[in-house]
């Protein structure tokens, strides 16, 4: 309480002439729990969350939501829309989704998680759109999966115990666009790289060396038996 009555000794001595800011602001300085069938949320021009009470008044404050008594969400609105930590909550209280908003769009950390506790997922947004890698994880926590934009090519990387296993992505190759697959050992040194031109519908792909020179050409309808060998190549064993 002291903490509240000093923050608005200072606001008033800053902005006197603006009560409403005074007033929302210190709501926000303290918890409000409510019921989740006390408010709703409207879409506006810009696809934006507005939310409002049942009795259609603009919602401002910092809010913990209950749904049948058990803790279900918790956000944070500034003049009807999402501004700060949104948190949704799983069984037990734990938390399912932690992720940060500006005006209603996603700005900031992403996190998900296991019931466990454990971090699930994870990547970061500006103004609506990722603006980081995302990388999974296991239920052990264990990075599974890592996708990312390097350069303006989008990256598909697969892991397992943290290691390396695969790789996705397209790569200019003397004029011609390939999705290139990408296979590590146990070592985590290039074990196969396998590409197949982007505009072309045949059953042809290519095998690379790690400088990215072509060292065979495979056609799975011609050659099954030597296709199916590298496409084994790709499984990944237990």
């Given at each position: ?222 050659d099954p038996q030597t296709a199916a060998y590298y496409l084994g190549m790709l499984r990944i064993t237990p």
């Amino acid at each position: 309480m002291k903490n509240i009555l000093y923050s608005l000794c200072i606001l008033c001595l800053c902005s006197c002439n603006n009560i409403v800011d005074v007033v929302d602001e210190v709501k926000s300085l303290s918890k409000q729990t409510i019921d989740y069938n006390d408010y709703r949320y409207v879409i506006d021009k810009k696809d934006r969350r507005g939310y409002v009470t049942t009795d259609n008044e603009i919602m401002n404050g910092h809010y913990v939501v209950l749904r049948d008594g058990e803790l279900y969400e918790e956000f944070q609105i500034k003049k009807g829309f999402l501004h700060g930590v949104h948190i949704e909550y799983g069984k037990n209280g734990s938390i399912d989704t932690q992720k940060s908003y500006k005006h209603s769009y996603l700005d900031g950390p992403y996190f998900s998680y296991y019931p466990s506790g454990v971090l699930k997922y994870e990547t970061a947004y500006k103004n609506g759109k990722i603006n980081s890698a995302e990388i999974e994880y296991d239920a052990n926590g264990k990075k599974s999966r890592v996708m990312e934009t390097v350069d303006g090519v989008a990256y598909d990387h697969m892991y397992r115990n943290d290691q390396q296993l695969m790789s996705i992505y397209e790569k200019e190759i003397e004029d011609e666009t390939f999705e290139i697959i990408m296979k590590y050992d146990n070592f985590q040194n290039i074990e196969l790289i396998l590409g197949k031109k982007t505009k072309e519908e045949t059953p042809e792909f290519y095998v690379f060396d790690t400088n990215f020179e072509i060292v065979e050409i495979v056609n799975a309808q011609i050659d099954p038996q030597t296709a199916a060998y590298y496409l084994g190549m790709l499984r990944i064993t237990p």
